[in-house]
């Protein structure tokens, strides 16, 4: 039996999500849920198996075939290959089409996201200068325009690590790969993502990424002559997640900042004692770590309730 949701239903639903009475994601989560087809799940989710596995033996069967004489190939053909592989992905996307929520949905999601990396890969082959910055650059650019159209959290994802890669790429071109540039990138980009998050709809997604970005340049700064600025950053960086936790009520925030914590105790450990800690007891101070992180989670939780 087939099940649709009427417009007048579906303006509700975002009425909702707009006044904040439900999140976007539980809003996109009841459109999913009841906007769907009854009486038939098992055959939505093998055509959704169907075209995954297509498309990663299509995907897989050219690496193949490419792999075999990509060093002979000129730079032109190969450039012609990414090129045709980018427009396939990016069509089969748009013929599948469909609602951004369900299985087509996901399907031209992960297709899109896809298209984002052979896209990078043409433009990084095409160019002798500037190729790493102009092949993330190319690839965010197309995994931005991917979810605009489908809102799918692959192609988020795909955003999330291309922009990352710009970042990565910029710092090498224009500051040498130092760390302190890296760092603050990293952090100010894990910040952004964060803020976005408030007008993305995958919301958890956006700012669990932005964290992870974030926490990741703090970390690239425990490898400085002064590495307190990495452990204190992502101490820093876990107290704003147990914070906003308090807040937003999220697993994904209680989760990354008992990793922040983890990461960042018996690191600055290290660092206070000059290395004299046996390997054994950083695990074990890791494993006390846990458990008072376990035992405010718990409290939390019954907070909450």
Not at 185 to 207: D, F, K, Q, S
Not at 295 to 304: D, T
């Amino acid at each position: 039996m087939r099940y649709r949701l009427t417009p007048e239903q579906h303006k509700r639903l975002e009425d909702l999500a707009e006044r904040g009475v439900i999140s976007r994601e539980q809003a996109a989560e009841v459109r999913d849920a009841l906007d769907s087809d009854r009486g038939a799940p098992a055959g939505g989710g093998l055509w959704e198996v169907l075209g995954y596995v297509g498309g990663a033996l299509v995907l897989g069967g050219a690496s193949l075939l490419v792999g075999m004489s990509w060093d002979d190939l000129p730079r032109p053909a190969k450039v012609g290959l990414l090129a045709a592989a980018t427009l396939v992905l990016v069509v089969v996307g748009l013929v599948i089409g469909g609602e951004r929520q369900g299985p087509r949905g996901r399907i031209v999601s992960v297709l899109f996201a896809l298209a984002s990396g052979t896209a990078a890969l043409t433009v990084g082959s095409a160019l002798d200068e500037y190729e790493s910055l102009a092949a993330t650059a190319t690839g965010l650019l197309v995994a931005v325009l991917g979810y605009v159209v489908v809102r799918g959290i692959p192609v988020l994802l795909a955003a999330v690590a291309f922009s990352a890669g710009l970042v990565l790429a910029g710092a090498g071109e224009w500051f040498d790969s130092s760390t302190p540039s890296v760092s603050a990138g990293l952090i100010v980009l894990g910040a952004l993502w964060t803020a976005l998050a408030l007008v993305l709809e995958h919301r958890r997604v956006a700012y669990g990424s932005g964290v992870v970005v974030a926490m990741i340049g703090a970390q690239y700064a425990v490898s400085a002559e002064q590495p307190w600025w990495g452990y204190g950053l992502t101490l820093l960086i876990a107290a704003l997640c147990f914070g906003a936790y308090l807040v937003e009520r999220s697993a994904v925030l209680l989760a990354l900042g008992v990793v922040g914590v983890t990461l960042a105790v018996p690191e600055a450990v290290w660092d206070w004692t000059d290395g004299a800690l046996s390997g054994p007891l950083l695990v074990l101070l890791t494993g006390v770590v846990f458990l008072v992180a376990g035992g405010v989670g718990l409290r939390l939780r019954r907070a909450k309730g």
